[in-house]
Nanobody
Framework: QVQLVESGGGLVQAGGSLRLSCAAS????????VEWYRQAPGNQRELVAR???????TYADSMKGRFTISRDNAKNTVYLQMASLKPEDTAVYYC???????????????WGQGTQVTVSS
């Protein structure tokens, strides 16, 4: 069973930056389409960005310009670079990915455990 391992969250002041990472725990599982979501207390989980296996990104309208999703396929890792952070960006950020098992050729969807991002004013 593979896990999505997220890292990079933390506490940052408004205007600061953070880079989140999402990686598969087992190298025999390859990240396919990957999405970042976030969920603030009392709010529904919302899509932040998506990246295709080839690296084409799409963003939620409210995230355009400040957030950048990218991937390093050699490291089987996807990143979310967040800049000019605002207190309203405070949330738990989740990685969601279609993951290919190279041994069985099965594609399954997985969620990461989430990483907390807190932006202070």
């Amino acid at each position: 069973q593979v896990q999505l391992v997220e890292s990079g969250g933390g506490l940052v002041q408004a205007g600061g930056s953070l880079r989140l990472s999402c990686a598969a725990s087992d190298s025999t599982f390859i990240l396919n389409i990957v999405e970042w979501y976030r969920q603030a207390p009392g709010n529904q989980r919302e899509l932040v960005a998506r990246i295709s296996p080839g690296g084409s990104p799409t963003y939620a309208d409210s995230m355009k310009g400040r957030f950048t999703i990218s991937r390093d396929n050699a490291k089987n890792t996807v990143y979310l670079q967040m800049a000019s952070l605002k207190p309203e960006d405070t949330a738990v950020y989740y990685c969601n990915a279609d993951v290919l098992n190279v041994r069985t050729h099965q594609l399954r969807n997985y969620w990461g455990q989430g990483t907390q991002v807190t932006v202070s004013s």
